[in-house]
């Protein structure tokens, strides 16, 4: 069965305000995904994997976007019911019950990890026939199993991908890439470093990983990605780093 561990999403609606990881992110989404939203009609939109719901509600609130989030499983969703998130639906990104066509942008953020080897295909090819002709499908996913560790395993993340990969999906689906670079760069070594040797040497168990740190780690921490978003938001790439985002157009 695909998705993420239950426990996780009370993590996540408890940090995802805050935490410099998803503060980080966000300026990063937003400093790429904006130039290509400029002179588009967004009529509806959809958030495939929306967990907690707290992005979309951003985008509803603050963005005033048409936005469908949805999940598969009730835990995260019931966290978005309690912020008043709208139009939410419980569905399985493999069969999204919508016609095609229906949304003229979809979203994708940190869903693929969780399925199962071989359905990743599956999934992007649901997006893509939910897009509009023309329309904008933006994915975001962890990068590279090297970086696997504890909280992967905890959050059951089953695999983790190259550009290369991420590239073919997309291709294969229909979508025409505007772009695909790696994101959260600046970090890797420090990364590496935790994940592959003082992790493993120290025994650590499966756990979170978006417990709340020190105020001035914090301030540290998302300096190095607000960094990159000004870096993304130029238009220049990372050739290596712990996610990736891919921006692309359904075909015509």
């Known amino acids: 069965m695909s998705g993420m561990n239950p426990a996780e999403f009370a993590n996540i609606a408890k940090s995802e305000n805050d935490f410099w990881w998803y503060r980080g992110m966000r300026s990063i989404f937003f400093r790429m995904v904006e130039p290509h939203l400029a002179g588009r009609r967004i009529r509806?939109?959809?958030e495939a994997g929306c967990g907690t719901g707290y992005f979309s509600?951003?985008?509803?609130?603050?963005?005033?976007?048409?936005i469908v989030p949805i999940d598969l499983g009730w835990e995260g969703l019931r966290h978005a019911r309690a912020m008043g998130v709208e139009r939410l639906a419980q569905a399985n990104v493999l069969a999204l019950p919508f016609r095609a066509g229906a949304f003229d942008l979809t979203l994708s953020l940190d869903?693929?990890?969780h399925f199962l080897p071989g359905d990743e295909q599956r999934a992007v090819d649901e997006l893509a026939r939910v897009t509009s002709r023309g329309g904008l499908v933006v994915i975001r996913t962890a990068a590279l199993n090297l970086l696997r560790s504890r909280h992967s395993d905890f959050v059951f993340?089953?695999?983790r991908y190259t550009r290369g990969q991420l590239l073919g999906f997309a291709q294969r689906s229909g979508i025409r890439v505007l772009r695909c670079t790696y994101a959260n760069a600046l970090l890797m070594p420090i990364a590496l470093a935790k994940f592959r040797l003082w992790e493993p040497l120290t025994g650590?168990?499966?756990s979170s990983g978006v417990e709340p740190v020190a105020p001035w780690l914090d301030?540290?921490?998302?300096s190095a990605l607000s960094a990159e978003a000004a870096w993304l938001g130029n238009g220049r790439n990372f050739p290596i780093g712990q996610s990736l985002i891919l921006i692309g157009e359904k075909a015509a």
Not at 57 to 66: N, V
Not at 219 to 222: F, K, P, V
């Open 219 to 222: 301030r540290i921490l998302y």
């Open 57 to 66: 509600r951003l985008l509803q609130s603050e963005r005033l976007m048409p």
């Open 204 to 206: 650590q168990a499966p």
């Open 111 to 113: 869903v693929l990890p």
């Open 157 to 159: 993340e089953r695999q």
């Open 44 to 46: 509806r939109a959809l």
